[in-house]
């Protein structure tokens, strides 16, 4: 058997040439155009990074590394009698492009267990901010303040040539990982739960310690890998993942990367969206004072959101003009355990009707329903109601995608990012209106 890193480093020598080989004879070929409407809209569509974890096409939705959602779920090994494949195994998986064995997968639950200890001080650190702090400030802030365990940036200070950055890089990135479960719990149980802080377990795989930790029983641990695995990557042009990359090619270790990519993903156009989702369902909830809800008073209810300038969260994409396969995934698990689930099939209703609400707006390119627009009513069934925590959840999910693409990023020596702006006039003059 090799280990993960021994699989990761045959692979980052075998992907070194085709980088070399294309910046050598291929640089001047042209792979995009830019026009106005793409520098004032955010880069919209514009193709000026390279992600081998994965691709997302507009219809079809997310692969990793070349697999489907369902595809990986059912390539990936599973411990017996479990129906979701692991975290630690899904790791292995995007950092290296080969379906582990299940010996293979479990080796990285042990090598995880020897790196999981959080250090006290995160936790005084979370203690230490005040107790209305947004759960996504606390897991940016408990992040960051594990910087000085970086082996990268100290490393770096020591002058290690740029060939080895990706082994620290590694390194950094594993730790972090095998600790976020610990310190997202810990957030969800001093927050909400009184301080009533559930120890690890160490006999336990990544989402099995998580359900444990957040005190809720099986199959939470089930839901755990699940959801951890769905948001796992969307390839590197969505904020969080664009802005791990980006601080990440300034040499920045892995813990100031993912601590601003969590203070992206904190955003309600981009992950609070889920948590956004979960409020503006239950305050409709709550406004049907016990009438049962139908599609034409969710219809009006969408219609008020909208005609009082706020999008419909959970729906809308900038990549994708498709259902989000992550939406359908977990539309499928409630299908299969929670399908009378009162909430549910609100949300079913919500998505029955929105997308025509939409198209009849007019505005969105895409009117179908992202992630978030069902995640949060799995963690609801599951006794997870305190929303805020929603975008926690989806930070631990992002940084296993987000991490191996930096590990990557230091193995094919990608340089600081720049890309180059211009003035308003420029543009002006540019298209002869000036
Ligand atoms: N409700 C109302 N209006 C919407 C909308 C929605 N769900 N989605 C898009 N629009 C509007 C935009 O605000 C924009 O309006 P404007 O012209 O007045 O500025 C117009 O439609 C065109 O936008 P677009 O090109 O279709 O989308 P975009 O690429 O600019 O933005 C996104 C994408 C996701 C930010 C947007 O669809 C949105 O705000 N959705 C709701 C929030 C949400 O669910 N975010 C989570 C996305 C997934 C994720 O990152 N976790």
Not at 268 to 284: D, I, M, S, Y
Request: hydrophobic content about 40%; overall charge negative; some cysteine.
């Amino acid at each position: 058997m090799t280990t993960l890193k021994e699989t990761l480093q045959r692979k980052i020598e075998e992907h070194r040439p085709r980088t070399t080989r294309l910046l050598k004879e291929c640089s001047d070929v042209k792979i995009s155009d830019v026009t106005i409407g793409q520098a004032i809209g955010g880069a919209r569509g514009v193709k000026c990074l390279v992600t081998d974890t994965s691709y997302l096409d507009p219809m079809e939705g997310i692969r990793f590394r070349g697999k489907t959602i369902p595809e990986t779920f059912a390539a990936l090994p599973k411990a017996a009698g479990r129906e979701y494949p692991s975290v630690e195994s899904f790791w292995y998986y995007i950092l290296t492009g080969e379906i582990p064995t299940l010996e293979e997968a479990q080796a990285v639950e042990a090598d995880f267990k020897e790196r999981a200890q959080v250090p006290a001080y995160v936790f005084d650190v979370v203690r230490a901010l005040p107790a209305d702090s947004h759960p996504m400030a606390m897991f940016s802030s408990a992040i960051l303040s594990m910087q000085r365990e970086s082996i990268f940036a100290r490393r770096h200070r020591e002058g290690m040539g740029k060939m080895e950055y990706w082994d620290p890089m590694y390194e950094d990135c594993s730790n972090l990982l095998a600790r976020l479960p610990e310190i997202g719990a810990f957030i969800y149980r001093h927050k909400f739960k009184g301080g009533d802080i559930i120890a690890p377990d160490k006999s336990l795989d990544l989402g099995g310690n998580f359900a444990h930790m957040m005190g809720i029983g099986s199959p939470y641990d089930e839901v755990a890998r699940m959801y951890f695995i769905l948001h796992s990557d969307h390839e590197s042009g969505n904020v969080s993942a664009h802005t791990i990359h980006l601080v990440a090619s300034a040499l920045s270790d892995c813990y100031y990367a993912l601590s601003a990519g969590i203070n992206g993903l904190a955003g309600p156009l981009h992950g609070l969206a889920n948590e956004n989702v979960l409020r503006w369902t239950q305050k409709f909830m709550e406004g049907l004072e016990g009438q049962e809800p139908t599609e034409e008073i969710i219809r009006k209810a969408l219609w008020d959101t909208l005609n009082s300038g706020q999008v419909i969260p959970g729906y809308g994409h900038a990549v994708l003009r498709k259902t989000d396969p992550r939406y359908t995934s977990q539309r499928e698990f409630c299908l299969k355990n929670l399908p009378d689930y009162p909430l549910f099939k609100v949300i079913s209703m919500i998505y029955k009707v929105a997308p025509d609400v939409l198209k009849e707006h007019g505005k969105a390119k895409n009117p179908w329903p992202n992630v978030d627009a069902q995640s949060g009513v799995v963690q609801w069934y599951y006794g997870v109601t305190e929303y805020s925590f929603y975008t926690v959840l989806f930070g631990i999910g992002r940084a296993i995608g987000t991490l191996a693409n930096i590990v990557w990023d230091r193995a094919l020596g990608y340089p600081i990012e720049r890309p180059k702006s211009l003035t308003t006039a420029m543009l002006e003059e540019m298209a002869g209106i000036r």
